[in-house]
């Protein structure tokens, strides 16, 4: 059985080569595309578990290739690139994509590579389904003098005022509150609140937390 199947969106014949070689012996299923068009026809119909992706497509840039996968399929991305720029990886991350390799680079990085996004794509897709079967048991969360209602997504005083949180402020509150008394990362964070899109350049969740501090008693409601 095959322990995932990889979608490489490369025009390079040689590279598409040498990854089968390399990564189907490790047992994962190949899956190749050479252009834009066909990577997203593969997407579709092959649905793959992790695309490995090329920004240097005849047909497309791979920077508007990458929002456009992500609007078909969650599936993680790991950026194969030439693209060496500390900009081009800052914004392929803030695209959606999950981690950057550039070229060249040694076949078994690669391989742990895919392995390490897997597994933090298989935590977090856990992580969303305990939170969704927590959100369906919970209204929400009394503490001090205020309730987080998870109905109404907002944040009440004793007075029913609401100083309207956003949706990040919100989803990060929410999750410090099912989490009592234990720490958490900003990784931990990100899975619980950007289903795992982590980024080292993002420090909205730093922002937030210097901005929104809340102590004491918590309780389900």
């Not at 900009?87 to 991350?93: A, C, K, T, Y």
């Not at 949180?165 to 990784?187: C, D, I, M, Q, Y």
């Not at 909205?204 to 210097?210: C, G, P, W």
Request: glycine share 6%; net charge negative.
């Amino acid at each position: 059985m095959y322990r995932a199947t990889v979608l490489t969106v490369d025009d390079d014949d040689d590279l598409q080569f040498v990854m089968r070689k390399y990564l189907e012996p490790q047992g994962y299923k190949l899956v190749s595309a050479q252009s834009g068009a066909e990577c997203m026809s593969k997407v579709e119909t092959a649905h793959p578990d992790i695309i490995l992706l090329d920004l240097g497509l005849p047909d497309n840039d791979g920077l508007s290739l990458l929002s456009m996968i992500r609007s078909k399929s969650n599936s993680p991305i790991i950026v194969v690139s030439g693209r060496k720029e500390t900009s081009d990886r800052i914004v392929g991350l803030e695209l959606g994509a999950d981690d950057y390799l550039v070229k060249p680079f040694e076949m078994h990085e690669l391989a742990a590579r895919i392995k390490a996004v897997l597994r933090r794509y298989q935590k977090t897709s856990e992580t969303v389904v305990a939170n969704k079967a927590a959100e369906t048991s919970t209204k929400g969360f009394a503490f001090n003098d205020w309730t987080l209602d998870c109905q109404q997504y907002q944040l009440f005083d004793k007075g029913g005022n609401s100083p309207g949180l956003t949706s990040g402020e919100f989803k990060l509150l929410e999750a410090l509150l099912k989490a009592p008394s234990k720490v958490l990362s900003r990784e931990n964070l990100f899975d619980l609140t950007r289903q795992g899109k982590f980024d080292v350049y993002d420090r909205a969740i730093d922002v937030q937390i210097a901005r929104y501090m809340f102590c004491g008693q918590v309780k389900a409601i």
